[in-house]
């Protein structure tokens, strides 16, 4: 469907798990009205592709090669063949990396900038129930003298649909950027509880908000957690994933 005509397919072994192995070839585009259809000769690409991955996310990788290069495609298929998928290792998109190594998250989506990291990976829910992880990339320039208060506007519209406190504040250094950290803790909404008599009651359920925000040039990440559950376990949890942060490319 993106401009490739399948040629086979075959399944493989990879990592202990099934993956499969594709082959293809690029469909030449149509010459524009006008144009010599000569000038859009050449030599023909061929593309291998290895499709892998579990119930919680999918890993594309693709190869292109003059088409009839059997010395390429073997280099290819080897180079493929050799990759290896670490437990809680992160293969999101985007121009940073974070780990979850250590902790009980894993990634669960992605949604334009923003990566949503749940319990196990399970599929995000509605509301919270126990907790999830946040990341966020944005192109927003925020003057030195103005970022503690943009941190703190930030937990606040991040925690708005709660009564809360603000608990700890500090400044942090990740991946080579400095920012703010901030935790709060918060009232949850009302739960149904059983009493000793067998009737019912309501009883607000306490939590725990995180949110760091660094600052590039031009550019800020943003890493926030919310825990109902367990929470002083998670807020821990939150800290070990963000302190993994770093951009790619940069050493």
């Known amino acids: 469907a993106d401009g490739i005509k399948l040629l086979k397919s075959s399944p493989v072994t990879l990592n202990g798990k099934r993956a499969m192995m594709i082959s293809g070839k690029l469909i030449p585009e149509e010459p524009e009205e ?15 592709l290895l499709a892998l991955g579990d119930e919680r996310m999918t890993v594309l990788m693709y190869g292109y090669y ?10 290819l298929r080897n180079s493929m063949l050799s990759t290896i998928l670490m ?14 190594n250590g902790t009980k998250f894993a990634l669960a989506d992605e949604a334009s900038s923003t990566r949503y990291y ?26 030195e003298d103005q970022r503690a208060a943009f941190a703190e506007k930030a937990i606040a519209m991040y925690l708005s649909a709660y009564e809360f406190s603000i608990t700890s504040r500090k400044e942090v250094s990740f991946g080579g950027l400095k920012g703010f950290e901030i935790t709060a803790d918060f009232d949850g909404k009302p739960r149904s509880i059983k009493t000793a008599s067998g009737g ?8 725990k908000g995180y949110l760091v925000v660094l600052f590039g040039d031009g550019t800020l990440y943003a890493f926030s957690g ?9 807020l821990q949890q939150f800290r070990k994933i963000t302190s993994t942060f770093k951009i790619l490319g940069k050493s």
Request: net charge negative; proline share 5%; charged share 20%.
């Open 34 to 48: 006008g144009s010599n259809a000569e000038d859009t000769g050449g030599e023909e690409t061929e593309v291998l």
């Open 66 to 75: 003059p088409a009839g290069d059997k010395s390429a495609v073997g280099l």
């Open 87 to 100: 437990p809680g290792q992160s293969v999101s998109s985007g121009e940073y990396s974070l780990s979850t």
């Open 118 to 143: 749940t319990l196990g990976g399970a599929p995000l829910q509605g509301d919270v129930s126990v907790a999830v992880y946040t990341a966020k990339r944005s192109s927003q320039d925020v003057p």
């Open 200 to 207: 019912k009651a309501k009883r607000k359920t306490t939590g």
């Open 226 to 234: 919310i825990a109902v559950k367990n929470s002083e376990s998670y």
